[in-house]
């Protein structure tokens, strides 16, 4: 086909009758009629630039088969293609076919020609550790161990690391020998949990979102307003009319649809409640470019940046209690006058999804900085797989072992899981995944909900134990476990009975929406 071949196949008989059993005569077997184009040789007609011809096929044989009478004439046989040649019939083109070998003769073809395995290190420019452990000997929680980082990997999502592992080989020649193991380091391993657990990235999300939000606003402010940023003078911009609401609707319409109270008028509808200050004074550039706010009473600057809200502004030097309590705009609101930091601990704290185990400085490690690697002082950073290169040294501990594939699985962590619970974590957070993408990927959606009474519908009783799995009466909820309230028997509930349940947030130990059966819907 890469050649522009057509391939045509008719019957070997041109009588339709004609049938008499032989390999010349049976309607079964057909012929390959093959042809080829080309470029015809100038002069050519104008639009015809190929022409056609027949293409000849010629099969190669040993003459040994044909002395043993292997292959005779009339003899009906499989073939493959192996090669074309433009010009090997008398100038015509010509299908090179050779005999398609028996299953027993490429058996041993590839065993006598099949090479010995070879592995080429290509780019690795640092120096390997030596093989100071042996894989037989490794289990998981082993560690700690020091090891080099050979290669990053983003298509695959993991780093190999080197920390001197080896395994016992046999060569060809009989020796005993030591073959190096790289360890295998996921790239979910590396991250930070916040990014692992699909519940604070959603709120990562919603918060840079915010926060970028406000930053836009308040450089396009700036702009707007700020006096000092005019260097000259703008020409009027043309102002556009848009439709008004009185274009469409009376105040007797915005009262029946409760956009009006019974004593307001249309002024009323247009008036804004909210006050704003001028601030544009109030901010200022540094010399590094950074947006500053200076408190007009301490006159302490702040940076923007690290200002969570924009409102923050007028409330960042202020130690007025009444003016922190004015601030609060929502008594009941959780998260109100804390920090990115803060929120997500609260988050933690609720959701209850943060891990005991985990360290205050994990996935950390020393790293010197430029200016004190004289003096051998280090400092911390993160680590994040997409920044690390092949030469960095980090400490790793023993995941997991297979001497049977000769793989060794690791982790930073220095309280080690078993592979089967780190396998149903990976599924409790797909899980989280769909349920968070299910309400929105807004968090704040799950801590609403909880509390909530609502009917539902039991669709399925757990074999393994006492819980049910409920179909909230609400469109915007997928199915979730549920327990009994106390009081309540398990045998008083079956498949398609009407309950009432009370929404209890996210059951981490299985990603899905948790509940309680309150009791039997009337």
Same mark, same amino acid.
């Given at each position: 086909?890469?050649?522009?071949?057509?391939?045509?196949?008719?019957?070997?008989?041109?009588?339709?009758?004609?049938?008499?059993? #032989?390999?010349?005569?049976? %309607?079964? $077997?057909?012929?390959?009629?093959?042809?080829?184009?080309?470029?015809?040789?100038?002069?050519?007609?104008?639009?015809?630039?190929?022409? *056609?011809?027949?293409?000849?096929? @010629?099969?190669?044989?040993?003459?040994?088969?044909?002395?043993?009478?292997?292959?005779?004439?009339?003899?009906?046989?499989?073939?493959?293609?192996?090669?074309?040649?433009?010009?090997?019939?008398?100038?015509?083109?010509?299908?090179?076919?050779?005999?398609?070998?028996?299953?027993?003769?490429? %058996?041993?073809?590839?065993?006598?020609?099949?090479?010995?395995?070879?592995?080429?290190?290509?780019?690795?420019?640092?120096?390997?550790?030596?093989?100071?452990? %042996?894989?037989?000997?490794?289990?998981?929680?082993?560690?700690?161990?020091?090891?080099?980082?050979?290669? $990053?990997? #983003?298509?695959?999502?993991?780093?190999?690391?080197?920390?001197?592992?080896?395994?016992? =080989?046999?060569?060809?020649?009989?020796?005993?020998?030591?073959?190096?193991?790289?360890?295998?380091?996921?790239? #979910?391993?590396?991250?930070?949990?916040?990014?692992?657990?699909?519940?604070?990235?959603?709120?990562?999300?919603?918060?840079?979102?915010?926060?970028?939000?406000?930053?836009?606003?308040?450089?396009?402010? =700036?702009?707007?307003?700020?006096?000092?940023?005019?260097?000259?003078?703008?020409?009027?911009?043309?102002?556009?009319?848009?439709?008004?609401?009185?274009?469409?609707?009376?105040?007797?319409?915005?009262?029946?649809?409760?956009?009006?109270?019974?004593?307001?008028?249309?002024?009323?509808?247009?008036?804004?409640?909210?006050?704003?200050?001028?601030?544009? *004074?109030?901010?200022?550039?540094?010399?590094?470019?950074?947006?500053?706010?200076?408190?007009? %009473?301490?006159?302490?600057?702040?940076?923007?940046?690290?200002?969570?809200?924009?409102?923050?502004?007028?409330?960042?030097?202020?130690?007025?209690?009444?003016? $922190?309590?004015?601030?609060?705009?929502?008594?009941?609101?959780?998260?109100?006058?804390?920090?990115?930091?803060?929120?997500?601990?609260?988050?933690?704290?609720?959701?209850?999804?943060?891990?005991?185990?985990?360290?205050?400085?994990?996935?950390?490690?020393?790293? @010197?900085?430029?200016?004190?690697?004289?003096?051998?002082?280090?400092?911390?950073?993160?680590?994040?797989?997409?920044?690390?290169?092949?030469?960095?040294?980090?400490?790793?501990?023993?995941?997991?072992?297979?001497?049977?594939?000769?793989?060794?699985?690791?982790?930073?962590?220095?309280?080690?899981?078993?592979?089967?619970?780190?396998?149903?974590?990976?599924?409790?957070?797909?899980?989280?995944?769909?349920?968070?993408?299910?309400?929105?990927?807004?968090?704040?959606?799950?801590?609403?909900?909880?509390?909530?009474?609502?009917?539902?519908?039991?669709?399925?009783?757990?074999?393994?134990?006492?819980?049910?799995?409920?179909?909230?009466?609400?469109?915007?909820?997928?199915?979730?476990?549920?327990?009994? @309230?106390?009081?309540?028997?398990?045998?008083?509930?079956?498949?398609?009975?009407?309950?009432?349940?009370?929404?209890?947030?996210?059951?981490?130990?299985?990603?899905?929406? @948790?509940?309680?059966?309150?009791?039997?819907?009337?």
């Amino acid at each position: 086909a890469s050649r522009r071949v057509l391939l045509q196949f008719e019957h070997n008989s041109d009588d339709d009758d004609a049938d008499d059993g #032989s390999p010349g005569n049976n %309607k079964a $077997v057909v012929r390959h009629t093959g042809y080829t184009r080309f470029r015809r040789p100038p002069p050519h007609r104008e639009g015809f630039p190929y022409q *056609h011809a027949r293409l000849s096929a @010629a099969l190669r044989v040993s003459q040994r088969a044909v002395d043993t009478g292997a292959v005779t004439e009339g003899s009906i046989m499989t073939a493959v293609i192996a090669s074309y040649d433009k010009t090997g019939d008398a100038g015509a083109p010509l299908l090179r076919l050779a005999m398609a070998p028996t299953k027993t003769s490429r %058996k041993e073809k590839d065993r006598k020609t099949k090479p010995a395995r070879r592995v080429a290190h290509r780019g690795r420019s640092q120096k390997l550790v030596d093989v100071v452990h %042996k894989l037989e000997e490794l289990k998981a929680g082993d560690g700690p161990f020091t090891g080099t980082v050979v290669r $990053v990997s #983003s298509k695959s999502e993991f780093v190999l690391v080197d920390f001197g592992l080896g395994r016992t =080989i046999k060569t060809a020649a009989g020796d005993t020998g030591v073959e190096r193991v790289l360890g295998v380091l996921p790239f #979910s391993d590396v991250q930070d949990k916040r990014e692992r657990n699909p519940l604070l990235q959603a709120q990562d999300k919603r918060f840079a979102t915010d926060r970028k939000a406000n930053l836009v606003n308040t450089m396009q402010y =700036i702009e707007d307003v700020a006096p000092d940023n005019h260097h000259e003078e703008q020409p009027p911009q043309q102002l556009v009319e848009y439709p008004s609401v009185e274009d469409f609707f009376t105040e007797e319409d915005l009262r029946a649809f409760g956009a009006l109270d019974p004593d307001e008028t249309m002024e009323d509808f247009y008036k804004d409640d909210e006050e704003y200050e001028e601030i544009a *004074h109030l901010l200022r550039f540094d010399k590094d470019g950074n947006l500053l706010y200076e408190d007009p %009473k301490t006159g302490e600057s702040f940076d923007i940046s690290d200002l969570d809200d924009i409102n923050d502004i007028k409330f960042a030097g202020a130690v007025d209690e009444d003016v $922190v309590d004015n601030h609060d705009d929502d008594e009941n609101d959780i998260f109100a006058g804390l920090t990115s930091e803060e929120r997500f601990e609260k988050l933690d704290e609720i959701m209850s999804i943060s891990d005991p185990d985990d360290e205050k400085e994990e996935n950390q490690v020393p790293v @010197a900085t430029n200016f004190d690697e004289d003096v051998g002082a280090t400092t911390t950073r993160k680590l994040d797989p997409m920044k690390m290169k092949a030469g960095d040294d980090i400490t790793v501990y023993c995941q997991a072992v297979s001497k049977q594939s000769s793989r060794c699985m690791l982790t930073l962590h220095e309280n080690v899981k078993p592979m089967k619970d780190v396998k149903k974590a990976a599924g409790v957070t797909k899980k989280l995944e769909r349920l968070v993408e299910q309400l929105g990927g807004d968090i704040q959606a799950i801590l609403d909900l909880k509390g909530t009474e609502c009917g539902g519908v039991v669709k399925a009783t757990s074999r393994t134990g006492d819980w049910f799995y409920v179909q909230p009466e609400r469109h915007d909820l997928p199915v979730g476990v549920a327990q009994l @309230a106390e009081g309540l028997a398990a045998d008083s509930l079956g498949k398609g009975d009407s309950v009432t349940v009370r929404l209890e947030g996210v059951d981490e130990t299985r990603g899905q929406l @948790a509940m309680t059966v309150t009791g039997k819907a009337p």
